[in-house]
């Protein structure tokens, strides 16, 4: 079985700070990993995926992680943020052929 | 490319009624649709996995004669829930998955808010 675990529900850095999201994982195979942010009253939309090609992978609006096997992880970060990062950020293991989320973690973004 | 749909975006509708919500994939087809249950500031709970052409695989736990799953072409599925109550209150979203895509990518759509009074 799969499963993901998102370190911090809620996570508020200032305007152009690092933002570091945390996301660990348990597979029993090699896992497909996916971060995913979700706007308030919308679906989610696709950030970045791993599927076992290069280790650190880039996304969309500057976002990237790497997958660190030996840590089972799969941090997302961002150099510096933006007031519109502001929103809910879901990590999600794929395995039999469904998607796992973590709990989600609600980036905020201080002025 | 790789839009998905919801209709309607959001519903109310009275205890005891049932309502149906639409999900489509605009720009591909979809042979699988899953359909997911989102509670506010909780995570997603995949509810049921459709195939096209065949029955829907529920998740444990999941009311099979209560959230009607209709997959009955590849670009959509429908959702219904029968005889909804207050407890049925909540935020659906569907996904889609295209038969050319990596096994486990989803395409979400935007969701559909749906209260019972």
């Known amino acids: 079985a799969q499963s993901v675990t998102q370190l911090g529900s809620h996570v508020s850095v200032s305007e152009g700070a690092l933002v570091l999201l945390r996301c660990n994982y348990s597979?029993?195979?090699?896992?497909?990993l996916f971060w995913y942010v979700q706007y308030p009253n919308q679906g989610l939309q696709l950030l970045l995926k791993?599927?076992?090609?290069?280790?650190l992978v880039k996304g969309i609006n500057g976002f990237e992680a790497e997958f660190k096997k030996s840590e089972t992880s799969f941090h997302l970060t961002k150099p510096s943020a933006h007031m519109s990062d502001a929103a809910e950020y879901f990590c999600?293991?794929?395995?039999?052929?469904?998607?796992?989320f973590g709990t989600g973690t609600r980036l905020t973004i201080i002025p | 490319g790789a839009v998905v749909s919801q209709h309607p975006s959001w519903v109310i509708c009275k205890s005891g009624t049932s309502v149906k919500i639409e999900c489509r994939s605009l720009?591909?087809?979809?042979?699988?649709m899953f359909w997911y249950r989102q509670f506010p500031k909780q995570s997603l709970m995949l509810m049921a996995t459709?195939?096209?052409?065949?029955?829907?695989?529920?998740e444990q736990g999941v009311e099979k004669d209560k959230f009607l799953i209709n997959h009955a072409s590849l670009t959509l599925s429908t959702l219904t829930v029968t005889s909804a109550h207050p407890e049925d209150s909540s935020f659906y979203i569907c996904?889609?998955?295209?038969?050319?895509?990596?096994?486990?990518?989803?395409?979400f759509g935007p969701g559909t808010r749906l209260t019972v009074t």
């Open positions: 996904s889609a998955r295209d038969w050319g895509q990596t096994l486990y990518e989803q395409y």
């Open positions: 597979s029993s195979v090699p896992p497909y």
């Open positions: 791993y599927t076992s090609a290069a280790t």
């Open positions: 999600a293991v794929g395995g039999n052929e469904k998607l796992t």
């Open positions: 720009d591909f087809q979809a042979t699988t």
């Open positions: 459709s195939n096209e052409g065949s029955k829907a695989t529920y």
